[in-house]
């Protein structure tokens, strides 16, 4: 069993920049790989950042790309994700996620959800 706290949510303007991190109590944290999803008010949840075991491997929605940076620190069992040049269309719920599947991008094959944070981007 895994279990997910995020923080760091809030409202900025778009432009603007927000650090998301999210802790997880397991001993096993290194052997899952992990994600960051989110889901827009009226909208499904949807993939945004996954990182590897490791962390060397990452892969990222195409919309994200070049402004969101997932990272993890296995020795505090955390990950992150830094969102730079934020757009109004990112606002939603961010989850972190974790799976043993590989790369991937699936919202269903994501095994453990944490409880989510909120996210709003201004115009």
């Known amino acids: 069993q895994v279990q997910l706290v995020e923080s760091g949510g809030g409202l900025v303007q778009a432009g603007g920049s927000l650090r998301l991190q999210c802790v997880a109590s397991?001993?096993?944290?290194?052997?899952?790989?992990m994600g960051w999803l989110r889901q827009a008010p009226g909208e499904d949840r949807e993939f945004v950042a996954g990182v590897s075991f490791s962390g060397a491997g990452t892969w990222y929605a195409e919309s994200v790309k070049g402004r969101f940076t997932i990272s993890r620190d296995n020795a505090e069992n955390m990950v992150f994700l830094q969102m730079n040049n934020l757009k109004t269309e990112d606002t939603g719920i961010y989850y972190c996620?974790?799976?043993?599947?590989?790369?991937?991008?699936?919202?269903?094959?994501?095994?453990?959800w944490g409880q989510g944070t909120q996210v709003t981007v201004s115009a």
């Open positions: 397991t001993p096993n944290f290194g052997m899952y790989n």
């Open positions: 996620a974790a799976t043993r599947r590989v790369r991937e991008t699936m919202v269903v094959a994501y095994d453990y």
